[in-house]
């Protein structure tokens, strides 16, 4: 499995453009094959800062999600807004479970 982590802060202006880019493929998304997390959230601090996770099966699901016609159109639009900071940072997980908090 492997996972994305994505920092997105766009100018002020082309917020709006950027979610409603955004809407658009997130349903289409999480139906594609092993994708197991889609996710877009604004960050309630910075308004213009949106956060990305991401979840898939394995490597070729999300290569082959990156190819998609829905996902071309997007990177076009990313590409036509300013985005003045990006970090994505790629995980790949051998294990995963619940986090149990310690008891007092």
């Known amino acids: 499995m492997l996972t994305i982590s994505a920092r997105i802060e766009l100018a002020p202006e082309d917020i709006e453009a950027y979610i409603a880019g955004a809407q658009k493929i997130v349903q289409p998304t999480r139906e594609e094959p092993g994708c197991q997390l889609y996710a877009f959230a604004v960050d309630i ?4 800062v949106v956060w990305i996770s991401e ?7 999300l290569f082959t999600h ?7 159109e997007f990177l076009e ?3 036509n807004v300013n985005i003045i ?4 940072i790629r995980y790949d997980v051998s294990a995963a479970g619940p986090l149990v908090l310690p008891q007092d």
Do not use: S
Not at 45 to 48: K, W, Y
Not at 55 to 61: I, R, S, V
Not at 66 to 72: K, M, N, R, V, Y
Not at 85 to 88: G, I, L, T
């Open 77 to 79: 639009l990313c590409a």
């Open 55 to 61: 979840q898939w099966e394995n490597e070729e699901a």
């Open 45 to 48: 601090a910075q308004p213009n």
């Open 85 to 88: 900071d990006m970090n994505v």
């Open 66 to 72: 990156l190819g998609l016609p829905h996902i071309t």
